[in-house]
């Protein structure tokens, strides 16, 4: 089932949080191979969902054009997070509460 507003960001493009929210039970990280900490990743998608301006988003591009397609059907976006200290994690993230940066 289709949604009836896609929108459509490309890869790269800068994202903040359009309202503050709670993280959502849909957004997940990917595994990176414990090269950051658990608690790390937590503290860094709950910041960024909370619109904190420390934290830069950015879109990333998606090879796969089936889990491009699969992620646009569920309305989802992946989010690259990086904070000032270098830490970095790839999230998906719903695109109904993002906007442009």
């Not at 929210?21 to 608690?39: C, K, L, M």
């Not at 889990?67 to 695109?95: F, H, S, W």
Request: glycine residues 4%; charged residues 30%; contains cysteine.
């Amino acid at each position: 089932m289709m949604r009836k507003t896609m929108k459509y960001l490309t890869a790269g493009t800068r994202v903040k949080v359009a309202q503050p929210i709670s993280v959502p039970a849909s957004s997940v990280w990917e595994n990176d191979h414990q090269r950051t900490s658990t608690p790390v990743k937590r503290r860094l998608q709950q910041l960024f969902f909370k619109g904190d301006r420390r934290i830069s988003a950015e879109t990333v591009y998606i090879s796969s054009e089936d889990e491009r397609l699969r992620l646009r059907g569920k309305g989802m976006v992946k989010v690259q997070l990086r904070d000032a200290a270098g830490c970095m994690i790839v999230i998906t993230a719903p695109d109904d509460c993002l906007k442009v940066a």
